[in-house]
């Protein structure tokens, strides 16, 4: 079983910028992908960023230059860097662990952006 945990959300101003963490329970990395997805209120969650276990990285295509996927294999953390940050960012930040059939998801971090 694979455990999730999101951390670093929170309540910022248009322009600002963030970084939220993935703990990851054990050495997962070099078995499955991990990603970030998004939900906002009233809508699906979407693909915000994923890295391959070998360390390919995929964009949403509106999210691409703006948004930064990382990670640090030594410490089992994943990381999303947002920047230049929206109204329209705002949602619920998951993080996603999938390999073949399986899929894990952590319990969310809030991104909030208002003035």
């Known amino acids: 079983q694979v455990q999730l945990v999101e951390s670093g959300g929170g309540l910022v101003q248009p322009g600002e910028s963030l970084t939220l963490s993935c703990a990851a329970s054990?050495?997962?990395?070099?078995?499955?992908?991990m990603g970030w997805y998004r939900q906002a209120p009233g809508k699906q969650r979407d693909l915000v960023a994923t890295m391959s276990s070998g360390g390919i990285t995929n964009y949403a295509d509106s999210l691409k230059g703006r948004f930064t996927i990382f990670r640090d294999v030594a410490k089992n953390m994943l990381y999303l860097q947002l920047n230049s940050l929206k109204a329209e960012d705002t949602a619920v930040y998951y993080c996603n662990a999938h390999w073949g059939p399986t899929d894990y998801w952590g319990q969310g971090t809030q991104v909030t952006v208002s003035s």
């Open positions: 054990g050495s997962i990395f070099r078995f499955y992908t």
